[in-house]
């Protein structure tokens, strides 16, 4: 299943993108797929400590176990 990740104008420094689709596995849970970023762009956590990153999981305060669904749409932006 895919799901869309979306970045800031901050964090599009630091990924070069806007946004990108992740394929992933079903049952794959929020927390999981926020460890996946940060080992794709380490600069992320590096940069920036916890409690100045914002994220949503569909417009919504995302739980760390909620389990992801095709379509979902993830942003992360700096708070």
Do not use: C, H, W
């Amino acid at each position: 299943m895919k799901v869309k990740i979306f970045y800031d104008k901050e964090l599009k420094k630091i990924t070069e993108k806007d946004s990108e689709e992740a394929v992933v596995s079903e049952g794959l849970k929020f927390v999981n797929m926020l460890g996946f970023i940060f080992a794709s762009y380490p600069e992320i956590g590096k940069t920036y400590p916890p409690g100045r990153l914002g994220l949503l999981l569909n417009s919504r305060a995302p739980k760390d176990f909620d389990v992801l669904q095709g379509g979902d749409k993830i942003m992360l932006k700096i708070v």
